[in-house]
């Protein structure tokens, strides 16, 4: 079974629109974060979701999280050209310590002007 | 803002030469990582480190492959003997503190085996 997975796989929406991605995972978690990767770029941090916390925001990013239901979702209001890129979730299951994280597959975002 | 470095940004290989990947951590950070992410597919975790020591490997982290911190500033990962499959984006990361924390990405090496 796969910890981390996003859908849409892909999603295409129009400058200006919202953009909302979903995470699931099996496994009780620490934390979950958020990832960009431009195409062929490396991993840009967004955001971090504790377990004990249930929204977070920043900028035009909002995440939510649901331990009951084990699903994340991030928000982009407002999108811009330069939000196209893959979105990834991570989670990070351990007990302490260097803690491996576990990505999904991802969700590939176009933002069509 | 302090960043994760890699060298090469590239490396084109044979099949069966050794090849080290070259990273430098956050310099606070005390918590190294490496992962993979073959061409179209998830980023995979190879192995993590901490204390002069591998903390956890996966299962993709074989006798091949192998992790040193040879002095304070350098994560270094060592492939002695490529494979064609070993083709993939390689992420260093690194941490502050352990789990419950951000991990901060390099910008990867992209190794091509030939």
């Known amino acids: 079974s796969q910890q981390g997975e996003e859908d849409p796989q892909a999603l295409s929406i129009q400058e200006g629109e919202n953009a909302t991605m979903n995470c699931s995972y099996k496994?009780?978690?620490?934390?979950l974060q958020w990832y960009r990767q431009n195409s062929g770029r490396g991993l840009v941090h967004l955001i971090l979701?504790?377990?004990?916390?249930r929204e977070k925001h920043s900028g035009r990013l909002r995440v939510t999280l649901d331990t009951s239901k084990k699903s994340s979702s991030l928000l982009i209001t407002a999108s811009r050209a330069a939000d196209t890129a893959s979105y990834f979730c991570?989670?990070?299951?351990?007990?302490?310590?260097?803690?491996?994280?576990?990505f999904g597959q991802g969700t590939r975002l176009t933002i069509n002007p | 803002e302090p960043e994760v470095t890699q060298t090469p940004s590239h490396q084109v290989t044979q099949m069966g030469q050794e090849v080290i990947l070259r990273c430098v951590p956050i310099?606070?950070?005390?918590?190294f990582y490496w992962y993979r992410q073959i061409l179209g597919q998830k980023v995979e975790f190879l192995v993590s480190?901490?204390?002069?020591?591998?903390?956890?490997k996966s299962e993709i982290f074989d006798d091949q492959f192998s992790v040193e911190r040879p002095d304070g500033s350098n994560f270094t990962l060592k492939i002695r003997s490529t494979k064609l499959e070993d083709s993939a984006m390689y992420f260093c990361?690194?941490?502050?503190?352990?789990?419950?924390?951000?991990?901060?990405f390099g910008p990867g090496t992209r190794l091509l085996v030939l």
């Open positions: 310099s606070n950070h005390l918590y």
């Open positions: 480190f901490y204390n002069n020591e591998i903390s956890e």
């Open positions: 496994t009780s978690i620490n934390n």
């Open positions: 990361a690194s941490g502050r503190q352990g789990g419950r924390e951000t991990q901060y």
């Open positions: 979701i504790r377990s004990n916390e």
């Open positions: 991570a989670t990070d299951a351990g007990l302490g310590g260097a803690q491996k994280l576990v």
